[in-house]
């Protein structure tokens, strides 16, 4: 008899067991948890960039200019010194210790001007104008000590005939020069998730044209050229969320139909490995919302601001980790 409990024991313990590594292997990687609430006043077609493990981040919907600093160690949010001229759907990056934002539109039209933030000195210095076409809803992203921003969407006569965008373009802050590179080749396109990541440049998941996208390419800045990468597995969309941690690329959230429907904004992120060519799904964002600000600090993902047509104009920010 106490030989047959001993067995019955034993196999329960190793049913257990089993049910539970099962179990472990199927959760999703990562883990999100809410960050502070930006506090500025418009958190919707905002810019974001990272300058020595601060966020700063600011303009957006209607032609905002206020900007302010997060510092992930105390999750608080600090204001800074406005940009000097208003504007929503801009483009940023940061480059050498500098933040840079351009392009975007105001109450007046589309912009093509360009700005420098010295975090030192808490001022701004307005540089050239950008040389390509005024835009907004472009995409941008650095490599080095180079950023390259594209695609987009230009008005031709006025707000109410528009046309989207392929093109290329390298700044080098350096010798402060632009230089026309090789057009998209999955454009035009608007609302592309686009990051820097070791030697290449990754753009996609949008387009072409007013298609919602899942396709995915990689930039070699070495030989100017475009390489067609394995699509996204999860649902096609557009202004979805990206950032990167350690070698890999999250991408995810974002909006797969037009017009005001709950249904339209995505759960979903994933991993792609660089490496491998490879995606997986990762943990989903406990919070819809699409055409939100991105970044990265310390192994730590953010994703944030945006719109969803259940709540409207959010402003919660979240922290993706790998745990």
């Known amino acids: 008899m106490a030989r047959w409990i001993s067995c019955l024991l034993f196999g329960l313990t190793a049913l257990f067991s089993c049910s539970k590594k099962e179990k472990e292997v199927q959760l999703p990687l990562g883990v999100w948890e809410k960050a502070t609430d930006f506090p500025g006043a418009s958190p919707f077609l905002s810019v974001a960039f990272v300058i020595n493990d601060v966020a700063y981040v600011g303009t957006g919907q209607p032609w905002a200019k206020d900007f302010y600093a997060y510092q992930p160690s105390t999750n608080q949010w600090t204001k800074i010194a406005d940009l000097p001229h208003r504007r929503s759907e801009a483009i940023a990056f940061s480059l050498l210790?500098?933040?840079?934002?351009?392009?975007?539109?105001?109450?007046?039209?589309?912009l093509k001007d360009f700005w420098e933030y010295d975090p030192t000195q808490n001022t701004w210095t307005q540089l050239p104008d950008f040389p390509g076409l005024g835009r907004y809803s472009a995409s941008a992203l650095t490599l080095g000590n180079k950023a390259y921003l594209g695609t987009g969407w230009t008005d031709l006569a006025g707000p109410t005939v528009q046309k989207q965008l392929s093109d290329w373009w390298e700044y080098d802050a350096l010798s402060r020069t632009w230089t026309k590179k090789a057009?998209?080749?999955?454009?035009?396109?608007?609302?592309?998730a686009g990051i820097g990541l070791g030697a290449k440049a990754y753009l996609g998941l949008a387009g072409p044209g007013l298609s919602l996208g899942r396709q995915w390419w990689e930039y070699d800045p070495t030989l100017d050229k475009w390489k067609q990468l394995a699509d996204c597995p999860g649902t096609t969309r557009y202004g979805a969320?990206?950032?990167?941690?350690?070698?890999?690329?999250?991408?995810?959230?974002?909006?797969?139909?037009?017009?005001?429907?709950?249904?339209?904004?995505?759960?979903?992120?994933?991993?792609?490995?660089?490496?491998?060519?490879?995606?997986?799904?990762?943990?989903d964002q406990p919070q819809l919302r699409g055409i939100g600000i991105?970044?990265?600090?310390?192994?730590?993902?953010y994703w944030g601001l945006g719109f969803d047509d259940v709540n409207g104009i959010v402003r919660d920010i979240w922290r993706f980790k790998l745990e």
């Open 241 to 283: 969320g990206i950032f990167a941690i350690k070698d890999k690329i999250y991408a995810g959230g974002g909006i797969k139909g037009l017009g005001s429907d709950p249904r339209y904004y995505i759960y979903d992120w994933w991993e792609y490995d660089r490496l491998k060519d490879r995606w997986r799904a990762v943990a």
């Open 97 to 110: 210790g500098k933040g840079y934002v351009l392009t975007g539109r105001d109450s007046l039209g589309i």
């Open 183 to 192: 057009d998209f080749p999955g454009g035009p396109c608007s609302f592309a």
């Open 294 to 301: 991105n970044f990265s600090i310390a192994d730590v993902g």
